[in-house]
């Protein structure tokens, strides 16, 4: 009964602000709304441009004419046949974006390109290189005994394995990003508690009282946890309902990451609370912290770091990142249960801390 009444306390004491809970709950769902749709453009996967104009040295029945006439790649040229005079005079004066020479059977295109080519050349690079390729596939087929000319009539085709069945819109990402991020600061619900279970007047009444230290933790512990993964639920639940963000069909993978989000914030804030008394000091560190690990994240806007990359993988936002990420569009699953399994190892680390300094100063 003593655990439940302090349970009560402490949760009581944490929502009886409103201003303090109405800024937890709200700050993530505007936040979410401003970068979801001021950033909607870094997450648009369309991209439109015109086809290119290139010039082609070849006979009209040539293989490399065929080629540049078939529909599909007209998409990205606009042919113009000429001769390898003109073709090299309108490369020089920036008429067309590349030329093609056809140089006869079994020699390569010869591709000419301005000296600072555009972007539209790298494209036309990238098709020609791709006619190249059937060229490739009948010297293969020679080598291995096959007649070459059993791939005509064959369509070749490149396709690619998506990371999942769709991908993350702006909503959908900082969604995600950003109740992770306030799920780390709501572990000052933790610090609150126990500086005043701990450091205050009331606190010094409440261990004097016929109350065990395992039932005054356990209950400020519980209350500030359930309190911190209420108010990051009712973001997750406002999202999806008003937002339309969506969550994948492994819900439970999700809210167990963000359930170990919770508890290693909580853990992480009453170790500093434990070790340093002074909360305005908790809060300096603790801003300074979770800010950079949003930042390294990527949780702001996607950013790469190169080889700091692999370093910063390993920040608590990250491997939530991965493991939310992953369940909702697909990834790597042996990658998100390690980093699952990481979160809470963190958790576990910083509670035997948090319980080693914390018997010192109840002592």
């Known amino acids: 009964m003593r655990f439940l009444s302090t349970f009560i306390m402490g949760f009581k004491y944490l929502w009886k602000d409103p201003v303090t809970v109405v800024v937890i709950i709200a700050f993530p769902i505007a936040i979410i709304l401003v970068l979801g749709t001021a950033l909607n453009n870094l997450f648009s996967a369309e991209v439109t441009f015109e086809a290119a104009p290139v010039a082609v040295v070849a006979e009209v029945d040539s293989p490399l004419a065929m080629f540049i006439e078939y529909d599909a790649v007209q998409r990205f040229f606009i042919p113009e046949f000429t001769d390898i005079t003109q073709a090299e005079e309108m490369v020089a004066a920036g008429k067309v974006s590349a030329a093609f020479v056809d140089q006869g059977f079994g020699q390569p295109v010869l591709v000419l390109m301005p000296p600072n080519p555009d972007t539209m050349a790298q494209i036309a690079l990238a098709v020609i290189d791709s006619y190249q390729q059937i060229g490739a596939a009948a010297t293969i087929a020679i080598m291995a005994g096959r007649n070459p000319l059993s791939l005509i009539g064959q369509e070749v085709q490149v396709t690619s394995q998506p990371l999942g069945t769709r991908t993350p819109g702006a909503m959908d990402y900082y969604a995600v990003t950003m109740i992770i991020m306030i799920l780390l600061y709501t572990g000052l619900n933790g610090m609150e508690l126990f500086h005043k279970g701990l450091f205050s007047e009331t606190g010094s009444r409440m261990r004097l009282s016929p109350i065990s230290k395992p039932a005054l933790i356990g209950g400020l512990l519980t209350a500030s946890t359930l309190t911190s993964f209420l108010q990051g639920m009712i973001t997750f639940v406002f999202t999806a309902a008003v937002y339309g963000v969506y969550w994948g069909n492994r819900i439970p993978l999700v809210i167990l990451t963000f359930f170990a989000m919770v508890l290693f914030s909580q853990a992480l804030c009453i170790l500093l609370i434990v070790v ?58 042996r990658w998100m249960m390690i980093s699952l399994a990481t979160l809470f190892a963190m958790v576990g680390v910083l509670s035997g801390l948090s319980f080693v300094f914390g018997r010192r100063r109840m002592a």
């Open 276 to 333: 340093f008394k002074k909360k305005n000091v908790v809060a300096g560190i603790t801003q300074m912290l979770f800010f950079a690990t949003t930042f390294v994240s990527s949780g702001y806007v996607p950013i790469s770091f190169g080889v700091l990359d692999r370093v910063f993988r390993f920040a608590p936002n990250a491997l939530a990142h991965s493991v939310v990420f992953g369940a909702i569009y697909g990834g790597d699953e």
